[in-house]
C-alpha cells in the first residue's frame, strides 16, 4: 500500500510570511493526525481528524495555525504569520480509527523560519 | 508536564547483545503502548505494542514488557543489529473521549558492528 505522503519535504520562510503543508494520506485511513516535532523532542499532537470533521484541535494554536480535510481525505495545515518558534518538523499521520490501531507517519515537512 | 518520559537520550550497544529502552508514565489512565522507530529523513514506523491488560508482548527480535504498578515499559531487542540503530519513541494511548497518543522525546539507539 502507498503511504502517506507529504509535501514540501522542506521550507525555508521568513517570519511573518504564510506557509501551508499539505498531506495524503493512506488510502482508507479515516483518521488523520498533524502533529508537530520540535527537536529533540517527541511528536506532539495539533489537530486530529475524523473524516472531514475535527475531533481534537485543542492544541492547534488557533491564532495563527487552521486546518482543513476537505472530503475527508486530502488535509492542508497552514501558519499565518510564522514566528521563529515555529521551526520544526510537521508530520501527518493516518490511521483506521479503530481503538488503538498505530499510527502511519508520513516523512514530514521540515520547516526553517528565518 | 510530560506524562511520557524517555530519561535516556541516547545508548550504545554491540551488535549481537541485548538492546534495553527504557520508559515511564505518569498517567495510570494510559490503557495502550507502543513503540515506534524512526530513521533520519523519516517519519515514525511503528514496532510493536502492548495492552495494559498484559505484561509482555513478543515480536520477534522485540519484546515489550509491561510494569503497571511501576509505570514503566521496556523495549528489549535480542540480537542487536547494525540495522536496529535509529531513534525509538515509546508512546502511550488513552481511549476516553476519542484516543490520544503521547510520545516521549526518544531514545537513539547506535549499535556497532
Known amino acids: 500500500e502507498a503511504g502517506v505522503v507529504q509535501s514540501p519535504r522542506y521550507k525555508i520562510i521568513e517570519k511573518k510570511q504564510p506557509v501551508a503543508f499539505w498531506c495524503n494520506p493512506i488510502?482508507?485511513?479515516?483518521?488523520l493526525y498533524w502533529y508537530r516535532q520540535n527537536l529533540g523532542q517527541g511528536p506532539e499532537l495539533l489537530i486530529r481528524?475524523?473524516?472531514?470533521?475535527?475531533?481534537?484541535d485543542s492544541q492547534l494554536p488557533k491564532d495563527r495555525f487552521s486546518a482543513e480535510r476537505l472530503k475527508g481525505v486530502d488535509s492542508t495545515l497552514k501558519i499565518q504569520p510564522a514566528e521563529l518558534g515555529d521551526s520544526a518538523v510537521y508530520l501527518c499521520?493516518?490511521?483506521?480509527?479503530?481503538?488503538?490501531?498505530?499510527?502511519?507517519f508520513g516523512n514530514g515537512t521540515r520547516l526553517t523560519v528565518t | 508536564d510530560q506524562q511520557v518520559k524517555q530519561n535516556s537520550p541516547s545508548l550504545s550497544v554491540q551488535e549481537g547483545r541485548i538492546s534495553i529502552l527504557n520508559c515511564d508514565y505518569t498517567?495510570?489512565?494510559?490503557?495502550?503502548f507502543l513503540w515506534y522507530k524512526k530513521y533520519p529523513a523519516e517519519g515514525p514506523t511503528f514496532l510493536i505494542s502492548?495492552?495494559?491488560?498484559?505484561d509482555k508482548n513478543e515480536d520477534g527480535r522485540f519484546t515489550v514488557f509491561l510494569n503497571k504498578s511501576a509505570k514503566h515499559l521496556s523495549l528489549h531487542i535480542v540480537p542487536s543489529q547494525p540495522g536496529d540503530s535509529a531513534v525509538y519513541f515509546c508512546?502511550?494511548?488513552?481511549?476516553?473521549?476519542?484516543?490520544?497518543?503521547?510520545f516521549g522525546a526518544g531514545t537513539r539507539l547506535f549499535v556497532k558492528a
Open positions: 499521520a493516518s490511521s483506521l480509527g479503530w481503538v488503538n490501531s498505530p499510527l502511519h
Open positions: 488510502s482508507g485511513h479515516n483518521t
Open positions: 481528524y475524523e473524516n472531514e470533521e475535527a475531533v481534537d
Open positions: 498517567n495510570s489512565m494510559f490503557d495502550y
Open positions: 502492548i495492552s495494559s491488560i498484559k
Open positions: 508512546a502511550a494511548s488513552l481511549n476516553t473521549g476519542g484516543f490520544k497518543t503521547i
